[in-house]
C-alpha cells in the first residue's frame, strides 16, 4: 500500500498545457477519483503517474519515494485501461500471468496465483480462452485479474466502465468498490462521469483545463462546490445557476420543491416557481420554468422524486421554497463561490 | 410537422438512360465489375489455358496451324536438362536468402520509422524510391554499379583503400558474387514493400497494448518478442509470401544483370522458361517449365488469403 504526493506537476504539449501545476495528495488505501471533462488532463496526469508520460515540471511520490525518473515497471503500479489492452495474442491465463512472469517471480508460484487472481473476478473458466471470445464485462475482470495478480501498492484505472454497457456498469461499479475496500490498495480512478465519481470516490478531485478546481468527498463537492464550474458539472441535471447583479446565486434542483412538501418553515425561503414544461421520467419529475418575479430571464429546473405527490401542471405558477443553507453564491467575476448573504431580503 | 407523400418533390419522370443505369443496382454493378473480369479473363485466365495447353503440346514460335499433343514429354525433357535442377536450386536459394534478408531489414526499418524524428519523411521517400522507380531502370543503375571496368563500387573502395592493389572484384562475372549482386539488388527492390506492409502492421498494434506491457513489467526484449512480434505476426507473413511470390517469378532483376550467368550460377526458373520458351523458341518446353511453379505459388497464394484473414480477426 502507498502513498502518492504529487508537487506542482505540469505537462506541456508544445504550447499546451495539458496538466497545469497540480498539487495533491493520496492517502493509503483510498478510492480517489479524478472527475473532468474530456481533455481536462485527468488521464494525462494519470499517466504520469503511471510513469508513462514525463512530467515537463514537478515531482511525483510514491511511497513517499521520488519516483520521477523511475520507468513504469519499477514503480510497482497496475494499471487498468479504459480498452482493457489485453493481449490478444495469448489466452486469459497467459495473460494474467504476463506480468508475473516480466517480472521474474519464480515460475513454480505462477500457476495458483492465477488461479487466485482469476477466483477473485470469477473467471477461472475463462482461462484457456482467448480476450476475443470473452464479453465486454468478462474482459474487464481479466484486465482487473491482471492488474491484481502480482499484488501492486498502486492502482490506476482510467475509465474502465466507460466500454459496459448501461446495466452492467452499475453492477460493475459496486463490485469494483465492494473489490478495492476488500484488498485495501490505494487507487486513483479517472472518469468523465460524476455518477461513477460519486458513487465511487472517497475523495473526489474535479479538474478542468489541466488545474484542480476542487477535492473533497462526494458529499462536500456536491453540496459545497468550489465554483461554477464544479457546480456545473457535478448533478444530473445540474444545479441551477442565476446571473444576479452582483453574485452568481445557485441551488441544486432536488432542494426547491414545493413550499407545503418541506417539513418545516424555518429558515426557508419561498419563491413563486412558473412550470413552462413537465418532464414525467418514471422516478422523477423534471420541471422547467422561471423564478416568476425574482429572475424572469433565467431558466430553473427542478427535480421532484416521485415520491412527492404535488400536482403540478405547464403553465400553472406555484409557491416553492428552499432552505437558506442551500443556497450557494459565487462570485460574479472569478465563479469562485463567496459568504453566504441575505440575498433574498434585498428582493 | 408530418410530411406526406404530396410534399415531396415530384420525381422527374425522365432521368434519362444513364439516370435509369444508376438507378439498377444489378446492372450498376456488373457493369462496375466488368473491367476487372475482362483484365482477369485476359491477362491471367487465358495466358495461364494457353501455358498449360502449350505445356503438353509440341509447340514452337514457328509452328503453324494446330500443335500436336505431346502428354508429359516437355515435362520429362525439362528434368532431363541438365540446366534445370541448377535453375531450381538456384530459384529456392534466391528466393529464400533475399526474403531472409528482406523481412529482417524491413523489420528494422519499419521500427524505426514509427519513431519521430527530424528529417523522417526524406527517410521514408528515399525507401520508397526503390519502389516507385520502374525495376528495369533501377537494375540498369546497378548494372552500372556492379560493371566490370567501371564499378563505382571497386573505385570507391580502392579510393578508400579497402580493396587492395590486387582485389578487384567481378561483381556479376564471379559465381558466388554474381548470385550475391542478384540477390542484393533484389532485396534493395523489394524492402521498401515489405517496409510499408509492416509499418501498417505495427502501427495496427493499439497504443494502450504497449502501455500495458510497460506497465506490466516487460523489458525492451520481452516487449518485442512477446507482444510486437506475435501481433504483427499474420502481417509480417503477408509480406513474407508476397516476397517470395516476388522472388520466384520476378526476371527482370537477374535478365538485365547477369542473364542467368555465369555459367547458370543465377539462372532461376523463370529466366530458365523466358531462354527457352522465347529466345529459343521452344513455347511447349518453356511453358512446362515455368509450370513447375505453379503448385508452389498456388500454395502461397492461399496461405496469403488465410493469414490476411487471420490478420483482419485480431
Redesign the interface.
Same mark, same amino acid.
Given at each position: 500500500m502507498a502513498t502518492v504526493t504529487i508537487r506542482n506537476l505540469e505537462k506541456r504539449f508544445g504550447d499546451v498545457r495539458a496538466v497545469d501545476g497540480i498539487d495533491l495528495s493520496v492517502e493509503e488505501r483510498e478510492f480517489l477519483v479524478l472527475l473532468g471533462p474530456s481533455g481536462c488532463g485527468k488521464t494525462t496526469l494519470l499517466?504520469m503517474i503511471?510513469?508513462?508520460e514525463r512530467q515537463t515540471r514537478g515531482d511525483i511520490l510514491i511511497g513517499g519515494q521520488v519516483v520521477n525518473d523511475l /520507468?513504469?515497471?519499477a514503480r510497482k503500479?497496475?494499471?487498468v =485501461?479504459?480498452?482493457y +489492452?489485453?493481449? /490478444?495474442?495469448m489466452t486469459v491465463r497467459d495473460n494474467i500471468a =504476463?506480468?508475473l512472469? +516480466?517480472?521474474g517471480v519464480e515460475k513454480a508460484s505462477i500457476p495458483e496465483r492465477v488461479e487466485r487472481a482469476a477466483a477473485m473476478f470469477g473467471i477461472e473458466l475463462f482461462l484457456n480462452r482467448k480476450p476475443?471470445e470473452l464479453s465486454g464485462g468478462e474482459r474487464q475482470r481479466v484486465a482487473l485479474a491482471?492488474a491484481v495478480v502480482?499484488e501492486p501498492t498502486l492502482f490506476l484505472l482510467d475509465e474502465p466502465l466507460s466500454n459496459l454497457d448501461a446495466k452492467l456498469r452499475t453492477l460493475a461499479r459496486d463490485e469494483l468498490k465492494q473489490f478495492q475496500r476488500r484488498i485495501g490498495t490505494t487507487t486513483i480512478y479517472v472518469t468523465h462521469d460524476q455518477i461513477e465519481a460519486m458513487g465511487l470516490g472517497d475523495r473526489i478531485v474535479v479538474m478542468c483545463g489541466g488545474k484542480v478546481r476542487q477535492v473533497g468527498s462526494p458529499q462536500e463537492v456536491y453540496d459545497n462546490p468550489a465554483d461554477t464550474f464544479v457546480a456545473g458539472f457535478l448533478g444530473s441535471p445540474p444545479m441551477n445557476l442565476l446571473r444576479g447583479d452582483d453574485c452568481t446565486v445557485g441551488f441544486r434542483p432536488e432542494r426547491f420543491l414545493p413550499l407545503a412538501v418541506h417539513e418545516s418553515r424555518e429558515e426557508l425561503v419561498p419563491l413563486w416557481f412558473r412550470v413552462n414544461r413537465v418532464e414525467d421520467l418514471g422516478s422523477d419529475r423534471l420541471l422547467y420554468g422561471t423564478l416568476h418575479d425574482t429572475f424572469p430571464n433565467e431558466r430553473v429546473i427542478v427535480n421532484l422524486p416521485f415520491t412527492v405527490h404535488f400536482p403540478v401542471v405547464a403553465g400553472g405558477v406555484y409557491e416553492f421554497a428552499i432552505k437558506e443553507k442551500d443556497i450557494k453564491f459565487f462570485d460574479k467575476a472569478t465563479g469562485r463561490r463567496t459568504e453566504p448573504r441575505r440575498f433574498w431580503a434585498k428582493r | 410537422m408530418k410530411q406526406t407523400a404530396g410534399d415531396l418533390p415530384a420525381r422527374p419522370a425522365d432521368t434519362g438512360f444513364f439516370g435509369r443505369l444508376a438507378d439498377d443496382e444489378k446492372v450498376l454493378g456488373r457493369l462496375m465489375l466488368a473491367p476487372a473480369i475482362t483484365y482477369i479473363v485476359a491477362l491471367i485466365g487465358f495466358p495461364l489455358l494457353l501455358a498449360l495447353f502449350y505445356s503438353v503440346s509440341n509447340v514452337t514460335v514457328g509452328t503453324h496451324g494446330w500443335p500436336s499433343f505431346v502428354g508429359l514429354a516437355n515435362f520429362r525433357h525439362a528434368i532431363g536438362n541438365p540446366t534445370f535442377p541448377r535453375a531450381l536450386w538456384n530459384t529456392l536459394v534466391f528466393a529464400l536468402v533475399s526474403q531472409f534478408f528482406v523481412m529482417i531489414l524491413a523489420t528494422i526499418l519499419a521500427i524505426s520509422l514509427q519513431r519521430e524524428f527530424r528529417g523522417k519523411w526524406v527517410v521514408r521517400l528515399m525507401i520508397l524510391l526503390p519502389w516507385v522507380a520502374p525495376i528495369s531502370l533501377g537494375s540498369i543503375g546497378w548494372l552500372w554499379m556492379f560493371d566490370s571496368v567501371y564499378s563505382v563500387i571497386n573505385w570507391t573502395g580502392r579510393a578508400l583503400g579497402i580493396f587492395g592493389k590486387d582485389t578487384w572484384p567481378i561483381w556479376l562475372g564471379q559465381p558466388t558474387l554474381a548470385m550475391g549482386s542478384v540477390i542484393t539488388v533484389h532485396v534493395w527492390r523489394l524492402l521498401p514493400l515489405a517496409t510499408v506492409i509492416l509499418l501498417g502492421g505495427l502501427s495496427g498494434i493499439p497504443k494502450d497494448i504497449h502501455d500495458a506491457a510497460q506497465m506490466d513489467g516487460a523489458g525492451v526484449l520481452r516487449h518485442h518478442f512477446q507482444i510486437t512480434v506475435p501481433l504483427v505476426r499474420p502481417i509480417a507473413l503477408v509480406a513474407l509470401l508476397f516476397g517470395t511470390v516476388y522472388a520466384f517469378t520476378d526476371m527482370i532483376v537477374i535478365y538485365v544483370l547477369t542473364r542467368g550467368g555465369p555459367y547458370e550460377t543465377t539462372q532461376v526458373l523463370s529466366t530458365l522458361a523466358f531462354f527457352t520458351g522465347i529466345d529459343g523458341g521452344d513455347l511447349g518446353g518453356g511453358a512446362a517449365i515455368a509450370l513447375f511453379l505453379f503448385p508452389v505459388l498456388a500454395a502461397c497464394a492461399v496461405l496469403i488469403l488465410r493469414f490476411a484473414r487471420q490478420a483482419e480477426v485480431t
Open positions: 499517466r503511471a510513469g508513462l /520507468p513504469p515497471r503500479i497496475a494499471m =485501461f479504459q480498452s +489492452a489485453l493481449y /490478444p495474442h =504476463f506480468p512472469k +516480466a517480472q476475443r491482471r502480482r | -
